[in-house]
């Protein structure tokens, strides 16, 4: 199967200091990837420049074989993916108003918005949110307007910059099992930033273990948990134990 992303010596370089080196690195579609790394590891900027965000210093990244990167080149590619970050950044005006934003943007057609918007609505559970001032909403409740707002552009690959990181746990577990289902329906191909092990087995083939702007370690969730190899995984997966939880292991 042919990668949908693809790296080539990337590297990214600021005031002398290496923020980002990756000699390659393979997306398949509709794989789920999840970045685990302490804070300063270069997660979210590899996000900026996957998603044509950023320009690299160095190196190479291809969608669908298709080399490009920042600029009007970039659009019609950028158009096919979207980005949730922790902050929901909605904007003023209605929740219906927020999740119509993007196909406004795209010209869809306004009985198009209508039909879709809804539905969307609906299945993140905030339906009867529609008319509310997006402002006015609970932590959970914009996330889920944010997550509405990326799936109804039905991208190919989203980017899940820790969603649930500023959420209650009651909060956090429910709108844990919509996503899932959400994107296991969907087969989008999604790439997922967390510190949270627990969040991990929801959702992931392979996870990719940052430090230094680098992807040390690469591997199942299995493989990772039960051979941590690194002092960072050590940490990360000492306090947790997936051999009961009762649900299916991700298959790579």
């Given at each position: 199967?042919?990668?949908?992303?693809?790296?080539e010596?990337?590297?990214?370089?600021?005031?002398?200091?290496?923020?980002?080196?990756?000699?390659?690195?393979?997306?398949?579609?509709?794989?789920?990837?999840?970045?685990?790394?302490?804070?300063?590891?270069?997660?979210?900027?590899?996000?900026?420049?996957?998603?044509?965000?950023?320009k690299?210093?160095?190196?190479?990244?291809?969608?669908?074989?298709r080399?490009?990167?920042?600029g009007?080149?970039?659009?019609?590619?950028?158009?096919?993916?979207?980005?949730?970050?922790?902050?929901?950044?909605?904007?003023?005006?209605?929740?219906?108003?927020?999740?119509?934003?993007?196909?406004?943007?795209?010209?869809?057609?306004?009985?198009?918005?209508?039909?879709?918007?809804p539905?969307?609505?609906?299945?993140?559970?905030?339906?009867?949110?529609?008319?509310?001032?997006?402002?006015?909403?609970?932590?959970?409740e914009a996330?889920?307007?944010?997550?509405?707002?990326?799936?109804?552009?039905?991208?190919?690959?989203?980017?899940?910059?820790?969603?649930?990181?500023?959420?209650?746990?009651?909060?956090?577990?429910?709108?844990?099992?919509?996503?899932?289902?959400?994107?296991?329906?969907?087969?989008?191909?999604?790439?997922?930033i967390?510190?949270?092990?627990?969040?991990?087995p929801?959702?992931?083939h392979?996870?990719?273990?940052?430090?230094?702007?680098?992807?040390?370690?690469?591997?199942t969730?299995?493989?990772?948990?039960?051979n941590?190899?690194?002092?960072?995984?050590?940490?990360?997966?000492?306090?947790?134990?997936?051999?009961?939880?009762?649900?299916?292991?991700?298959?790579?």
């Open positions: 199967m042919e990668p949908i992303i693809r790296v010596n990337l590297k990214l370089v600021k005031g002398y200091r290496s923020i980002l080196d990756i000699p390659h690195l393979s997306i398949y579609p509709q794989e789920v990837v999840s970045l685990i790394g302490p804070n300063g590891a270069g997660k979210s900027t590899l996000f900026q420049l996957l998603a044509f965000l950023e690299p210093t160095a190196g190479r990244v291809f969608f669908h074989g080399q490009a990167g920042p009007s080149g970039s659009m019609e590619i950028r158009r096919q993916m979207a980005m949730v970050f922790q902050d929901p950044l909605l904007v003023s005006g209605s929740v219906f108003d927020n999740v119509a934003l993007g196909l406004r943007l795209r010209k869809v057609p306004g009985a198009e918005i209508k039909a879709k918007v539905a969307w609505l609906e299945r993140f559970g905030i339906g009867h949110l529609a008319w509310q001032n997006a402002k006015s909403l609970s932590g959970g996330q889920r307007v944010s997550l509405a707002r990326a799936f109804i552009l039905e991208p190919e690959v989203l980017f899940l910059d820790e969603p649930f990181a500023s959420l209650d746990a009651p909060t956090k577990v429910a709108l844990m099992d919509q996503l899932e289902e959400v994107i296991r329906s969907t087969r989008v191909t999604t790439l997922f967390t510190h949270d092990v627990t969040e991990i929801l959702y992931t392979r996870v990719l273990a940052m430090e230094n702007g680098q992807i040390q370690v690469e591997g969730l299995r493989d990772l948990s039960t941590p190899n690194t002092p960072f995984l050590q940490a990360f997966f000492r306090r947790f134990d997936f051999t009961g939880m009762g649900r299916d292991w991700p298959k790579s």
